[in-house]
């Protein structure tokens, strides 16, 4: 029976027991951070690599290479990454058209602030010069 995160091979060495121990705990964490945060990694600008799944895991990368795991242990870390890749991509394509559509409206929003504050200078404009009208003739009388 191969080695897995659920039911190593190795499964007397307590070493290799607590690796996969903290390599299913990492993997946790990091789902559960991506919910919490709109289905966005919060750190590693994003990313989630074998790298920083191991980083978070304290397990040197070159562990998964060993005989013992790597085709077991690395291939479903590497499998787990790719669900998680896909399920962030989708999200980040999903926050592009978000992000797009909030300055599209911030765009037309300003658009209509500018042309307000264009009547308001040309009223204000308006005002003083009647201002300045009334104020001679005033003078006049």
Same mark, same amino acid.
């Given at each position: 029976?191969?080695?897995? #995160?659920?039911?190593?091979?190795? !499964?007397?060495?307590?070493?290799?027991?607590?690796?996969?121990?903290? #390599?299913?705990?990492?993997?946790? /964490?990091?789902? &559960?951070?991506?919910? !919490?945060?709109?289905? $966005?990694?919060?750190?590693?600008?994003?990313? $989630?690599?074998?790298?920083?799944?191991?980083?978070? +895991?304290?397990?040197?990368?070159?562990?998964?290479?060993?005989?013992?795991?790597? /085709?077991?242990?690395?291939?479903? $870390?590497?499998?787990? #990454? /790719?669900?998680?890749?896909?399920? &962030? +991509?989708?999200?980040?394509?999903?926050?592009? *058209?978000?992000?797009?559509?909030?300055?599209? /409206?911030?765009?037309? *929003?300003?658009?209509?602030?500018?042309?307000?504050?264009? #009547?308001?200078?040309?009223?204000?404009?308006?005002?003083?010069?009647?201002?300045?009208?009334?104020? $001679? !003739?005033?003078?006049?009388?």
């Amino acid at each position: 029976m191969p080695n897995s #995160l659920l039911e190593p091979n190795d !499964a007397a060495n307590p070493r290799t027991q607590a690796m996969l121990q903290r #390599l299913r705990k990492a993997m946790q /964490d990091i789902e &559960l951070e991506v919910a !919490a945060h709109q289905g $966005v990694y919060p750190y590693n600008h994003g990313r $989630v690599t074998q790298s920083e799944l191991c980083r978070r +895991a304290d397990v040197k990368k070159a562990t998964l290479q060993t005989p013992l795991h790597k /085709d077991t242990t690395r291939v479903e $870390v590497i499998e787990w #990454l /790719d669900r998680l890749s896909a399920q &962030l +991509a989708g999200t980040r394509d999903a926050n592009r *058209e978000r992000v797009t559509a909030v300055a599209d /409206d911030l765009a037309q *929003e300003l658009r209509a602030v500018q042309a307000e504050l264009a #009547l308001a200078r040309a009223q204000i404009a308006s005002l003083l010069e009647e201002n300045a009208r009334l104020r $001679v !003739a005033g003078h006049a009388h």
